[in-house]
């Protein structure tokens, strides 16, 4: 599926010190992807509000008067004129909330906070990944302002063709001449642990695997850059790649995830899951297969 040429973000605000890094990182995204227009959003559980501030024209008050204030501090770090609306509401499941409003916006890439040192468990916006039908990225308050490097995670499934046509937006669009991309696939033999088998089989064993996708990457993909091939060795495949991300002080990472299965199911598979707990300075680009809309 081609992407669409303009990117509608939708950029969830916790009013916390985050956003401040969250609306800073839009006015370098714009260096990055071809946005057209930003929704900052907000919820607030009308549940978790005093009775007295529950009547509708109390909550018109607190809407217009965030509504104010974010007005006036996002422009102050909004550079360029990128076209941007503040929106607020009230509802007891925030997801379900954003759901909609990006539904409302035609949102096609949602931009969430990742905190790293500030308080905050994510847990929004692990729910808002796997929920979502279009792509999420999380930006940690620790990012790099002059970001290097792209890393494409590469796992030879259906997410994979998503994760180059991402990061051949980046790179055809990207205004940062210094920007590298470098593919990578974490080799993992599951059978190198088992007894009996000596050191000397398994290096031979993971040089072969490490050939055969070399060589099935230069097939799919030949006028990509060479496909760097990682084993694992004693990790798991997420703490591997988020090991390699770290060691080559990638500023963003595109990788796939599995988003909702079924109406009582949230999963987004295991890789994916588990570098959502990993501690990275990295922006986190989730992208999903066969999105339609």
């Known amino acids: ?46 549940s978790e509000l005093p009775e007295s501030f529950k009547s509708p024209e109390k909550l018109h008050t607190i809407a217009n008067t965030l509504k104010k204030k974010l007005s006036d501090t996002i422009p102050t770090l909004l550079v360029d004129q990128l076209p941007y609306d503040v929106e607020i509401t009230f ?110 089989e398994i290096k031979k064993n993971t040089q072969e695997d490490v050939k055969i996708k070399s060589e099935k990457w230069t097939k799919l993909y030949p006028t990509a850059r060479p496909l760097k091939v990682i084993p694992a060795e004693d990790k798991n495949i997420a703490s ?12 963003v990472l595109i990788m796939g995830v599995q988003g909702l299965t079924s109406l009582t199911t949230l999963f987004m598979g295991s890789v994916a899951n588990e570098v959502l707990y990993l501690e990275t300075d990295t922006c986190l680009l989730f992208v999903k297969h066969n999105i339609e809309g």
């Open 91 to 200: 509802e007891d499941y925030t997801e379900l909330s954003f759901q909609k409003m990006a539904k409302k916006k035609q949102s096609n890439l949602a931009v969430l906070g990742n905190k790293q040192h500030l308080e905050g468990n994510g847990g929004l916006a692990h729910k808002l990944i796997r929920m979502l039908p279009f792509e999420t990225l999380l930006v940690p308050e620790t990012y790099n302002p002059k970001p290097t490097k792209v890393v494409e995670a590469i796992d030879f499934s259906k997410y994979t063709a998503k994760v180059m046509q991402w990061g051949s937006l980046i790179k055809n669009y990207s205004q940062i001449e210094e920007l590298t991309f470098q593919p990578i696939n974490i080799s993992k033999l599951s059978w190198q642990f088992f007894p009996g088998l000596s050191n000397a």
């Open 240 to 251: 591997a790649l988020m090991y390699h991300v770290k060691k080559e002080q990638a500023d």
């Open 1 to 46: 599926m081609a992407l669409t040429p303009k990117i509608n973000v939708i950029a969830g605000l916790d009013l916390s010190e985050m956003d401040q890094s969250l609306i800073q990182y839009l006015q370098l995204l714009t260096e990055l992807l071809p946005l057209s227009k930003v929704t900052f959003f907000h919820n607030i559980k009308q």
